[in-house]
């Protein structure tokens, strides 16, 4: 079964860090985060792929927010820093199976889920 474990998640002050991870069980040909605020749609925030490294990021994030893979642990990371108030949503991990065509910010081209850990930043 399937399993991807997101942890990381809490409440920082602005302009704090933290550090999200999330784990899985197996092999995935790309890694993603995504996160959803209260009312809003649920957009990208980075994308890794596991075969060439290369790194995707939202606009809003860069320079901020760093995503990394650890292969040997079949986990993924998103280092945040410098919060925002903004930054506020559940932050959830996703991965891809195979090339997919779509963008990695477009949350159909992948094929698992974790559950989510709550990043809440306050000013």
């Known amino acids: 079964q399937v399993q991807l474990v997101e942890s990381g998640g809490a409440s920082v002050q602005a302009g704090g860090s933290l550090r999200l991870s999330c784990a899985a069980s197996?092999?995935?040909?790309?890694w993603g985060w995504f996160r959803q605020a209260p009312g809003k749609e649920r957009e990208g925030v980075a994308a890794?792929?596991?075969?060439?490294?290369?790194?995707y990021y939202a606009d809003s994030v860069k320079g901020r927010f760093t995503i990394s893979l650890d292969n040997a642990k079949n986990t993924m990371y998103l280092q945040m820093n410098n919060l925002r108030p903004e930054d506020t949503a559940m932050y959830y991990c996703?991965?891809?199976?195979?090339?997919?065509?779509?963008?990695?910010?477009?949350?159909?081209?992948?094929?698992?889920w974790g559950q989510g850990t709550q990043v809440t930043v306050s000013s």
């Open positions: 890794i792929y596991t075969g060439s490294g290369r790194t």
């Open positions: 197996s092999y995935y040909w790309a």
């Open positions: 996703a991965t891809k199976l195979r090339v997919s065509g779509r963008k990695w910010s477009d949350r159909t081209g992948y094929n698992y």
